[in-house]
C-alpha cells in the first residue's frame, strides 16, 4: 500500500526542515515553497492533505482554497496563519483544520494522523 501523500506548501513551512523529516517518516512529502503550483499538483497527483500558509487573507488569500476544493473536494486542507480573522474565513471556505503561527510541530503531526 503505497503511503499517503501530504502536500506542504509555504514559505516557513517550505524552510520547516524538522517538520519535514518527522512527515517524510510516515508519509510522502512533496513541498512547495507558494501556492503557485497547488492546482498542477493536484490534478497530477494523488494528495490526501494540504498542509497550506496563509499569510493573510489579501495576499496569497482564501481564494486558493475554494479553487482546491472545487479540483479536489474531498481533499483535507490545513492552514497554518496568524490571524483568527482569516482562520475563521479559512473554515467558511472548505478547510478542515488551522493552527496558529507560531505552530507546534507535534500538534500538526498529530492532526494530521487524525485525518489520513
Do not use: W
Not at 499517503?4 to 519535514?20: A, I, M, S
Not at 510516515?26 to 507558494?34: K, Q
Not at 472545487?70 to 483568527?84: A, R, Y
Request: one cysteine or more.
Amino acid at each position: 500500500m503505497k503511503p499517503k501523500c501530504v502536500l506542504l506548501c509555504g514559505p516557513t513551512l517550505y524552510r520547516d526542515k524538522e517538520l519535514q523529516r518527522k512527515l517524510r517518516q510516515s508519509y510522502r512529502l512533496i513541498t512547495e515553497r507558494d501556492e503557485t503550483q497547488i492546482e498542477k499538483l493536484l490534478k497530477s497527483c494523488k494528495v490526501d492533505l494540504l498542509l497550506l500558509e496563509i499569510k493573510d487573507d489579501k495576499s496569497c488569500g482564501l481564494h486558493p482554497i475554494k479553487k482546491i476544493k472545487d479540483i479536489s473536494p474531498d481533499l483535507n486542507v490545513f492552514i497554518i496563519n496568524g490571524n483568527q480573522n482569516t482562520i475563521s474565513r479559512a473554515f467558511e471556505n472548505g478547510a478542515n483544520d488551522a493552527f496558529r503561527n507560531p505552530y507546534k510541530t507535534d500538534l500538526i503531526l498529530e492532526r494530521i494522523s487524525m485525518f489520513i
